[in-house]
């Protein structure tokens, strides 16, 4: 029988370090946000771009997906580095 009570041990020990995980990655979600919301707006600009810019397209089979994937990717980059230059200049 006790081997019963030691895998409801284990369950129990599991959920309470699974519930404590979620709430520290709670509270960090909560700070992130928080220290975002307190960014300047031209930090906010220039992580979005940073965000866009390190999109990755996925490599395809076909060489025709892989031709417009490469396109879109060159647009990507010319929007981000308009932004850039767009906010250099505000």
């Known amino acids: 029988m006790p081997k019963i009570d030691d895998s409801v041990w284990a369950a129990e020990k599991m ?3 699974l ?7 709670d509270a960090k979600l909560k700070e992130e ?3 975002a919301a307190l960014m300047p ?3 906010k600009v220039l992580e979005f771009c940073d965000i ?3 999109l990755t397209p996925p ?16 647009e ?5 580095g308009k932004i850039r230059e767009e906010i250099e200049n505000l």
């Open 41 to 43: 707006d031209v930090d």
């Open 19 to 25: 519930d404590e995980e979620a709430a520290r990655l």
């Open 59 to 74: 490599r395809c089979k076909i060489e025709g997906f892989n031709i417009i994937l490469n396109l879109a990717m060159k």
């Open 33 to 35: 946000k928080r220290q």
């Open 52 to 54: 866009i810019e390190a």
């Open 15 to 17: 959920q309470q370090e």
């Open 76 to 80: 990507i980059y010319a929007v981000s």
